[in-house]
T-cell receptor, first 114, second 110 residues
C-alpha cells in the first residue's frame, strides 16, 4: 500500500524552539507539499517542491523553511516556533502529469506550541 | 490565497438523508477534486473530475464539474454514520497549483 508517512502524530514544543517535521513517501513521487490546516481556513500551502533540492514558497511561508535532500523526504522546519504556529500540518505528494490524479496525504502532525 | 468558497461549513443530518455540498470560485479550474478527511487522518481522494460538465459517481457519491469550470458539487445519497468527516473540494489549474476549500464538516446522527 502506497504511503506518505509523517514522523510524529502529536508534538508539543516550546516557544522559540527549532522544530523539524519529517515526511517520507514511498511512491517515487516528484512533487511534495506541506500544508497547515486550521478550522474555518481549510488547507493552506506553506511550501512545495518539484524535485530534489528544489523548493517553492506557497501562500504562507513566513516562519517556515523546508529541505529536500532526497526525493522521498521533505522536511518542514519551524526556525523559532511561536504559538500561532499551533496547527495540524499535512504533508502530501503527487506525480506530475497532464491530468491531476490528486494528492496522497499523510496522516498529519498536530503541533502545539506552548 | 484561498480562492474557493465551499458551503455549507457544517451539516448535521439524520442517517439515511441525502447530502449536498458545493464549491465555487472566481477562477477557472482544469480539474476539480473532492477529498474526505476522517477524524485524526489526512484527506483521502474521493472523486476527480477532468472535463466541464462531467458527472461522476463513486458508490453513493456523485460529483459534477460545472459547465463554467468555476464550480463543482458533491452529493452523498442515503448517508450512513461512517460518512462523518470533513469534505474538501479542490481545484487545480495546472499540475502543481491546487487550491482547497475550507471544508464541510458532516455529522450524521444515527
Amino acid at each position: 500500500d502506497v504511503k506518505v508517512t509523517q514522523s510524529s502524530r502529536y508534538l508539543v514544543k516550546r516557544t522559540g524552539e527549532k522544530v523539524f517535521l519529517e515526511c517520507v513517501q514511498d511512491m517515487d513521487h516528484e512533487n511534495m507539499f506541506w500544508y497547515r490546516q486550521d478550522p474555518g481556513l481549510g488547507l493552506r500551502l506553506i511550501y512545495f517542491s518539484y524535485d530534489v533540492k528544489m523548493k517553492e514558497k506557497g501562500d504562507i511561508p513566513e516562519g517556515y523553511s523546508v529541505s529536500r535532500e532526497k526525493k522521498e523526504r521533505f522536511s518542514l522546519i519551524l526556525e523559532s516556533a511561536s504559538t500561532n504556529q499551533t496547527s495540524m500540518y499535512l504533508c502530501a505528494s503527487s506525480t506530475p502529469g497532464r491530468f491531476a490524479y490528486g494528492y496522497t496525504f499523510g496522516s498529519g502532525t498536530r503541533l502545539t506550541v506552548v | 490565497g484561498q480562492q474557493l468558497n465551499q458551503s455549507p461549513q457544517s451539516m448535521f443530518i439524520q442517517e439515511g438523508e441525502d447530502v449536498s455540498m458545493n464549491c465555487t470560485s472566481s477562477s477557472i479550474f482544469n480539474t476539480w477534486l473532492w477529498y474526505k478527511q476522517d477524524p485524526g487522518e489526512g484527506p483521502v481522494l474521493l472523486i476527480a473530475l477532468y472535463k466541464a460538465g462531467e458527472l461522476t459517481s463513486n458508490g453513493r457519491l456523485t460529483a459534477q464539474f460545472g459547465i463554467t469550470r468555476k464550480d463543482s458539487f458533491l452529493n452523498i445519497s442515503a448517508s450512513i454514520p461512517s460518512d462523518v468527516g470533513i469534505y474538501f473540494c479542490a481545484g487545480q489549474r495546472h499540475n502543481n497549483d491546487m487550491r482547497f476549500g475550507a471544508g464541510t464538516r458532516l455529522t450524521v446522527k444515527p
